[in-house]
């Protein structure tokens, strides 16, 4: 298989598959939907009591609208910027045996006090400024003027086949790379196509039927069906194919491809292993 980058953002990309087939494409789009790690807080310490505030002079109760399990849950689904170079499984770390230490986990802190709403952008990595969250505009609660909120929260690495707020990546799919055969001689410029075209990509420039953008074809065949004439065919590459991806923020386009091929290289290699113990 190769793969030939048509586009590479920050967080999304697009990727052109040849000499593959969709068995192997959507063995990719799998391992860049469960397999990718990524940190997400996993266990959420909220504080009892009261609390008071700045100048000692007032306390809040430490209490919210929602259920503590609730908000813990959205804090889960936050991103967090990872650097897989950096940071270990917990229950693989060989630094602390699974203990949490600076290799396998973040501690954030959020203190926040009413009336306000509480974001996601209130949450600071205890000594590692650089691990801010990726979007500080996530609504998590809201606080009335006598509550207040103070948490200690834990992020660690996970995927996605364990939950879903280690999943990296969303809107993974591939499509058959289509190709478009125009029969300008049959064609007896009706125009039908290009009125019925939902993509808009048919045009007539020159007295002669053009394709002005193969890609965003959707294979709907919705041209060939209103031409009298057959002068257009449309047939789907099995070998060739486009894949689209987004990511979360907590990694960038280009690390959630480098690791997925990383981890599809392991995966293949370990199933070639198995099949020479058979022999």
Same mark, same amino acid.
């Given at each position: 298989m190769k793969i030939e980058i048509m586009e590479m953002q920050e967080r999304k990309a697009k990727l052109l598959l040849t000499e593959t087939n969709p068995t192997l494409a959507n063995a990719l789009r799998r391992v860049m939907i469960a397999d990718v %790690? @990524? /940190?997400?807080?996993?266990?959420? +310490?909220? *504080?009892?009591?009261t609390i008071g505030d700045e100048s000692g002079t007032k306390e809040f109760k430490s209490a919210t609208p929602l259920f503590d399990e609730m908000i813990? *849950?959205?804090?889960?689904?936050?991103?967090?910027p990872t650097d897989l170079d950096v940071f270990n499984l917990r229950e693989q770390c060989e630094a602390c045996g699974g203990e949490g230490c600076p290799s396998c986990t973040v501690i954030y802190s959020l203190n926040k006090r009413? %009336?306000?709403t509480?974001?996601?952008g209130d949450l600071h990595p205890v000594g590692e400024v650089e691990l801010r969250v990726v979007d500080d505009l996530i609504p998590l609660v809201k606080l009335a003027d006598d509550q207040a909120i103070l948490i200690y929260a834990i992020a660690e690495l996970g995927t996605a086949q364990r939950h879903a707020k280690w999943q990296a990546t969303s809107g993974v799919g591939y @499509?058959?790379?289509?190709n478009i055969m125009i029969d300008q001689d049959l064609c007896d410029k009706c125009d039908d196509c290009i009125e019925i075209c939902p993509m808009n990509i048919l045009e007539r420039k020159k007295n002669e039927l053009i394709v002005t953008d193969v890609e965003a074809c959707k294979l709907c065949k919705s041209c060939t069906e209103v031409c009298k004439k057959d002068a257009i065919k449309i047939e789907a590459l099995e070998n060739k194919?486009?894949?689209?991806? +987004?990511t979360d923020g907590s990694l960038t386009?280009?690390?959630? /491809?480098k690791k997925s091929l990383e981890i599809?290289? +392991?995966k293949f290699g370990g199933f070639v292993e198995m099949v020479q113990g058979i022999e």
């Open positions: %790690p @990524k /940190l997400a807080i996993e266990n959420v +310490e909220f *504080h009892l009591g813990a *849950h959205r804090l889960g689904l936050v991103p967090i009413g %009336p306000c509480v974001y996601s @499509k058959y790379y289509p194919l486009i894949l689209r991806y +987004e386009s280009e690390a959630v /491809l599809l290289q +392991e």
